[in-house]
């Protein structure tokens, strides 16, 4: 069975409405162009249940991936939250989960949404699109996830609020149809990192660092 992710089934149901509106009009109206129309609207519906699956994960070691995708920046650079932080950028196509999870046990202690433009998530740019800015308390220190909205992705959707536990593994929220997430993790606390660059992950599944004891 697939499992829809919450913020994506109403999109789901709305593609298959019109999937059989259409239908029932080629019943009473055959004609070409609803035969068409009415193929395209069904396999839009099929590729969004694709777009919007939610499937279990076995929860990796470590500090875990947010998002399912290909990392496409690792860095060492100071953040105004974190101070000396590492940056693991993930690009998430349109064909990967959209659901980002949570890197590492912790307490959501500020969520912020910032207004913006929507350029290609893959671009240097694209640091000024819409964005949701979490910023999580752990045993190692802070921890920062951005949601990047990109140019197909207009909306994110959060799970959590802020004052939430939320254990490492669970879901954080949703990017409607592909974008960019960054994670900031705090440097003095961080022994190995576990991926690079190209790298494809999944979210709450694969490492991205090891954390000092």
């Not at 349109?94 to 202690?109: C, K, S």
């Not at 640091?127 to 949701?132: I, K, M, T």
């Not at 990047?148 to 254990?167: F, L, Q, S």
């Amino acid at each position: 069975m697939i499992h829809i992710a919450k913020g994506g089934l109403s999109w789901i149901i709305v593609s298959f409405a019109l999937f059989f509106v259409v239908l029932v009009l080629v019943f009473f109206i055959l004609s070409s162009f609803l035969l068409l129309l009415c193929f395209f609207c069904f396999l839009i519906s099929c590729l969004l249940i694709v777009f919007f699956r939610d499937p279990e994960r076995s929860i990796g070691t470590g500090i875990v991936a947010v998002a399912d995708g290909t990392i496409r920046e690792v860095a060492s650079l100071p953040d105004p939250d974190i101070g000396d932080s590492i940056k693991v950028s993930t690009f998430m196509n349109i064909h990967n989960v959209h659901v980002n999870r949570m890197p590492f046990d912790g307490t959501i202690l500020k969520i912020t949404h910032h207004a913006g433009g929507h350029l290609p998530a893959f671009t240097k740019e694209s640091d000024v699109n819409e964005r949701v800015v979490l910023l999580i308390h752990t045993s190692l220190g802070l921890m920062k996830v951005v949601q990047i909205a990109g140019t197909i992705a207009r909306r994110i959707v959060p799970y959590v609020h802020e004052g939430d536990t939320v254990k490492k593994g669970e879901k954080l929220g949703l990017i409607r149809l592909g974008s960019r997430v960054d994670l900031f993790l705090p440097a003095t606390r961080i022994k190995t990192v576990a991926i690079q660059v190209h790298q494809k992950i999944k979210a709450g599944e694969d490492s991205v660092a090891e954390p000092h004891g």
